[in-house]
């Protein structure tokens, strides 16, 4: 058994056993280990101590079980904390934030078991973060968790420093340089971005062991709510989101950077939907279709660098102005993919099986969302023919990487239920 192997036999102990007093002795006893290894080979593997783990585990179910409607001193009690001060005091300690506001704020999520063989997982503390931000010069500042409005979901990448800062750690160097180039050449032609701030001595980012750091400006205004793209005036809404897309694409083409080049098609084609015909019912003359419409169209359609991951969520207002973050995952790819994209993440932010009204309307947004994006880079007509393949490209990617996501298991559902809606009504997407 490798220490991997170990350390997830614990996280699974822990897991099983929150309502209950955990010590690190025990822990050790169950491993095989004296103390001291065991307290480095845990903070290897997770990334921070593991008493410090075992206590954000219980706030984090303790505050999901009050979100269920639960009175917030009897789960306090549950899991092991003598009072609501305490409790009170270490989830500010831990969060940043109190345990109502939380509630008021954000959406509680069934907090999901980690698995450290199905994903990259390095939990970094509020204290590592401060003695990284010495480098900036800011580890006086405060130091928030990451959280989405309207999902609920954490961010285990990024901690809001302050209120002008987001300190980002990845483990894989090409990302980030990805952020950083394309950031600063979005900003050259005049378009608000999330360009890095430089330490005190100099460096766009630095390494502290297997993890890099690096520091942006805070983008400070509203992110798009998809809700919210539903109320009103929603062609309004989604020719602007389309026009935006289009804009940040004419400042991307102009990008001389290299980035990991897509072939979506053949990812499709021996990847996502062998993988989606194992978990549902995917109609032969769907992929028949796709193979053989899709495959002719595919080479004539531009490419160039693309967000990738351009939802609601990461395009960023205020006033008069706009911008996009989180570039981490930009790729050379079909320009459409990201407009599809766009229009796809709405459907599945408010996705629900029989509400037939607001479906039809989704059909509609989307088109909006294309005619704003071609009213600024003008689509040719392969492209047009290719949109309702590209949103079903973009299902089929979402269903057979969310499938083998333990944490996303909520979203996997989702995704699934809109890949059979959007084969039902395949005919109605093309433009």
Not at 27 to 53: D, K, T, W
Request: hydrophobic content about 35%; some cysteine; overall charge neutral.
């Amino acid at each position: 058994m490798d220490n991997r192997e170990i350390i997830q036999n614990s996280i699974d102990y822990i897991e099983e056993n929150l309502k209950t007093e955990i010590t690190a002795y025990e822990l050790s006893e169950n491993a095989g280990f004296s103390i001291y290894h065991y307290y480095r080979l845990f903070q290897s593997a997770v990334g921070m101590p593991v008493m410090q783990y075992i206590i954000r585990r219980k706030l984090i179910n303790a505050v999901y079980d009050t979100s269920q409607g639960q009175k917030m001193i009897n789960t306090a009690l549950i899991y092991g904390f003598d009072t609501h001060a305490g409790f009170y005091k270490a989830f500010k300690r831990e969060f940043g934030y109190t345990p109502s506001e939380f509630l008021k704020k954000y959406k509680a999520k069934k907090p999901y078991r980690i698995n450290l063989f199905k994903e990259e997982h390095i939990m970094v503390t509020h204290k590592k973060v401060s003695e990284v931000l010495k480098k900036w010069g800011l580890q006086n500042e405060t130091i928030k968790d990451i959280y989405y409005e309207k999902t609920g979901n954490h961010n285990d990448s990024a901690y809001y420093v302050g209120n002008d800062y987001v300190i980002k750690f990845t483990a894989n160097v090409g990302k980030l340089k990805n952020h950083i180039e394309l950031s600063k050449a979005i900003e050259n032609v005049g378009l608000w971005s999330a360009t890095v701030i430089r330490t005190e001595d100099g460096k766009e980012y630095i390494q502290d062991g297997e993890l890099y750091f690096y520091l942006t400006k805070r983008l400070n205004g509203s992110q798009i709510k998809s809700g919210d793209i539903y109320e009103g005036d929603y062609d309004r809404k989604g020719r602007f989101v389309g026009e935006i897309i289009g804009q940040l694409h004419l400042a991307l083409k102009e990008a001389d950077i290299i980035v990991n080049d897509v072939d979506m098609y053949e990812n499709v084609k021996n990847w996502a939907m062998p993988k989606v015909r194992e978990l549902m019912n995917l109609p032969d003359y769907i992929c028949k279709d796709y193979i053989e419409v899709f495959g002719n169209l595919y080479p004539k359609l531009p490419k160039q660098i693309i967000h990738r991951d351009p939802n609601p969520g990461n395009i960023i207002v205020n006033n008069e102005r706009w911008g996009f973050i989180d570039f981490e995952l930009s790729e050379r790819n079909l320009r459409i993919y990201d407009p599809c994209y766009a229009a796809t993440a709405v459907l599945s932010e408010n996705f629900s099986i029989g509400a037939d009204k607001k479906l039809t309307q989704w059909i509609e947004l989307c088109r909006s969302i294309i005619e704003g994006y071609d009213s600024v880079v003008k689509l040719s007509e392969e492209e047009r023919k290719a949109i309702p393949y590209v949103i079903l490209s973009n299902q089929l990617i979402c269903v057979a990487w969310f499938s083998e996501q333990e944490k996303y298991k909520e979203i996997y559902q989702i995704n699934k239920a809109i890949t059979n809606w959007i084969v039902n009504n395949f005919d109605k997407l093309h433009i």
